[in-house]
């Protein structure tokens, strides 16, 4: 390979997600199979600033497939959206001898690399890390099918007290602007109903599906709720008392799963993709390609410009709507 | 076996609690053994009082010994409290032909028990159920072992996040009165506080405590709290906005674990628990045993008291409150 | 919808995997909504033929969604390869007033299901319900994903005390002519090598990986051998004697994971394509389609004519290989 | 505390347990607590020969209480058993200013350490480590609490495939001189038989009893037997044949379960426990105490000396093969 790339840096940044250390430990082993270097930067643009690096080779990524959050740390950092901060950013960077970047996150780190592109001509390469699955030009970020297990096996001991009690639960999941956490656990963990922001199903229709919910003899109920679901006006507490306002008959209770959804081992899935992920990103800078995202898309690894990316997003999947709807016959 | 007890019933009561099917399992299928007749009552004294009954024979127990939540499900009852309510429920038992009942639930579910023993001498052996680990005449509860590893594991993941961002969670586990889940979990996933009703640690030591855990380096901090933790005087998210004004320096999120911690499938040393339980209820019926609750002492299966089961606390460990304390180094 | 369908039949048949449970639940939901009957059949054509029915309806299935194996059993029948035998089955689908079928399986299955419609003219459409996604026509056999978890969490664990030791491990997971389980499996757990039928990596090379592995200062090593792997022409007991004599640096050891590959409760993934694959399937005989198999191409539901989905196979991944290759660097 | 040891070793050595890690972070941390020095040996008593040090403080044990294995890596070592080695390593020891040590294993490590302290005086503490649970002085070793666990849920899976099919599976589990995990891993997932080196069973009564099983309208049957089990005569292949052939009403299957059984994440009881006997280890040699080991019996920590841990057993629990008898009723 003709390539004038002698050392790749590599960070996460951002939110962190199951199969980020999957992802960094695929940069250093493909960097270390093309015999190029590879340095590692601690706590995102942050630590790019302070100069926080880590030379990593093929054995500094041992036995960290398996684990969640990130050896690398992340961070977010207020003073690389500034031209000062991007530029001791950058100092440090070409001290270090880096000339091309692998940035692991999601938007918003996506955004900052392809203003430091624009800036200093760095290459950059982003692989989207974000249990959310809110980004454009993937089927799947990484971690997202790690957070819908992690997500659906805790409804399902929910589940185990809900029909014990016949009980009514609103249970909170992960998802700011999207719903494809809470469609996707919600189906997996069999739920009544499932409130997300792409799709307004109203308070009149909740009521009316727990209602129906009841007489055909369901013991238990759950509903759940993506987190930045404002269809009804109303969050997963202001939801129970409504439901016991309205519908006495249900004993309701809330459960918000938080913060969990975001660690644990990653799936299988998310660390073969990650692995994936992380060759094609060093591959792709190693033939001079710059400001594009690696993604899966129709099972084949894809790029899009970081560009798109950003500003898109992923649709919900009308059709997984309905058979929730079906499903909760 | 010289015993004039032909029939016994079996109902769960109160919060569920993983291993309940394996204790209701163990119950059933003991009466097969022994030749006696067994009957299941769903949803406590509310079934019993409705008649609510069901035959089982071995075979109605298959492949529940590793379900949460409980078959015959569960609930709290207040007719059961009035005269009238106990008399109807002896009513139906006598009509259904049985002779003794065991009970598995917690002091609510024990107090009804005895006051029915009370009135109509029905012979009755209780088995504790309930994740809390708070009845006095048994090391372990049923569903508690479950319980601690299931927020443990809960807490493993929110570590994988928090120490990727540098972050102070606070964590509510269960435990109203008693900070038996609290303590071991938080021991367990290395919690670097354990906020507990039995301890008053005080709202400067945690603080003092925090600051410490900063200057020694660690990359993260969890403090476990127990639901009924009035020491600080403060609730999870009082905390985090104290800490947030008085250590600025944290970044603090909140996580309140809830009712998953009551369902999943049981751990092998709840299922074992449960099958010793349930066959030692049943021998003592057929002893003629009554007003007794089956516990583990000292690694022994073991009988208090009914009356002095649901008068006393188990004690939480001090020793291990102190390991707790060292750990945190 | 104009259809004279009014009664649906569903079946589960040849090996069982996770998630067929999920797709059983879909299937009789989807009559429900669609205000079809729906009568499950036991043991597959065994069944079929003894006229072993169980009429379902919405809440025949409630709680079944996260349950591993299959509620309507499972089971391999020599006489449903006769003419007689297939002649019985069809006076009992008849006699119970069935007017088309879903069939839960694998090749086997679907021939059987084949022959019967050309000779009796019911119509059927097929669901892949196998671990070993071998299947032509679909990206993801039902209970894949699940299995490629399960494979990987054991190695996980097998990892731990490789590394504790310093040992080699083979471990030998399901996947009669096909590497697909043990290529995502092995990549997911960061074997060093992956021995698959598709691939000759001669033994020479083993040894050669296995040596190199040793000098760059690797604790332990994975290597993940596919049942059907007949290119080294060894089995894995065979491949630790021959590593053994070769490299008797290395301490080897044999794990042969077998049958709880099929078994556990399924992944989200498994649980959301089972509930989708049902839908579609009754969609399509609603329809009037028949002689078909639906799949899951390109992140999308897709049918393909069950004459070819038993002729084909799934491509391994090529690219996945290379990926491996380079992860174990 | 008046005490002359200043500087304490720790190391693990044998076959490796889930919780090794957990008791090594506790030694480390009661150490740090204490204001003494600590220093890991890698390797046990080969590292101990070769001076493999480690100087550890309490970061140097952060996150690891949730890992399986051992960080400090062990190893059998023939040169300990020499009078040379162990001069060799008392000379390392010595060099390195070493005052006192902590060894986690099992027999053989006990049986090293006290002939070691013979010879040298270095004092020495035992924390038993193993899953199979074979050492007298205390109720639980370390780990063996995750291995039932491990071996349970594994069954738990088998069995789902299992009754789809109406299979027989014989189970292998750890334990090549006790039943311990059999007995409990098996009573946990709802064997129908356990075949344990301490009881015999025979061959007779397991026909009958399999015979039974079938006649009860059990729709699966599961056999765990223990990896040491002589009682039959027959190791699980051969056990498969004996039924095929006596009877042939059974498909009868193997699994054999395997090193996974000393892997994987600790359950919160062996983490617990590991925190505690660190702690009480440490403590006893600052209080001058040498060559006991510190065991749990009657839920407290006890000492028993190292002479009296190695000759013995812990007895298995007839009551509970009483009560494997009467659930599989």
Redesign the interface.
Known sequence: MDTKIKKIAVF?SGG?S?G?NAAI??VV??C??MKIECVGIYRGYEGMIEGDFLPMN??SV??I??????IL???RCEEFKTREGRQKAYDQLKSEGVDAMVVIGGDGSFTGALLFNEEFGMPVIGIPGTIDNDIFGT?YTLGF?TA???A?E?I???????????RL?FVEVMGRDVGHIAL??G????AEEILIPEENLGLERLLESLKRSKL????SSIVVVAEGDKTTGKNVFQLKEYVEEHLPIYDV????L????????P???D??LA??MG?KAVEALLEGKSNLMVGIL??D?AFTPLSEAIKGKTKIDK??I???D??S?
């Open positions: 996460t962190d199951p980020m430990r695929s082993r493909t270390a199979f093929a054995r041992n036995n497939i398996n684990k969640g959050g990130t740390k992340s961070a089927r099918d819908i297990n992690t659906m805790v399902d001991k929910i589940r185990d007290t809900a029909s014990s009690h016949h639960f996707n656990a189906v997996g963990a069999g055909t003899g369901k013991s209770r809330v459960c918000v938080g913060h969990m959804q975001r660690g644990g081992a799936t299988c899935f660390r073969v692995s994936r060759v129709d099972d690894i059709e997984l309905r058979v929730s079906i499903m016959t």
